[in-house]
């Protein structure tokens, strides 16, 4: 199985930045693409960006974040400039066995809160 940690959530206020790391173990051998998805309360969990041989981003979120991967493809990140209030949501990790984007991936991260202030 693989394992997925997110971190670097947090308190930040309109028109920062905040960049979410996540690190995947276990058998990572297994994973091919990884992307990112976020769940405001009482809304449904959406995409936010995803990173194969290229990358995908929400219109919201285009221009404004940039999704990257290091080490071996193990850890994923995501740089967040310019937030916004309407940002602020439950941030999940998310990784594919398959080369694509397709809903649900196969692995989940337990998710880190980011709170945009206005």
């Known amino acids: 199985q693989v394992q997925l940690v997110e971190s670097g959530g947090g308190l930040v206020q309109a028109g920062g930045s905040l960049r979410l790391s996540c690190a995947a173990s276990?058998?990572?051998?297994?994973?091919?693409?990884m992307g990112w998805f976020r769940q405001a309360p009482g809304k449904e969990r959406e995409f936010v960006a995803w990173?194969?041989?290229?990358?995908l981003y929400a219109d919201s979120v285009k221009g404004r974040f940039t999704i990257s991967r290091a080490n071996a493809k193990e850890t994923l990140y995501l740089q967040m400039n310019s937030l916004k209030p309407e940002d602020t949501a439950v941030y999940y990790c998310?990784?594919?066995?398959?080369?694509?984007?397709?809903?649900?991936?196969?692995?989940w991260g337990q998710g880190t809160q980011v709170t945009v202030s206005s």
């Open positions: 998310a990784a594919y066995k398959n080369i694509g984007l397709y809903y649900p991936p196969d692995y």
């Open positions: 276990g058998r990572t051998f297994y994973l091919n693409t």
């Open positions: 990173i194969g041989g290229s990358t």
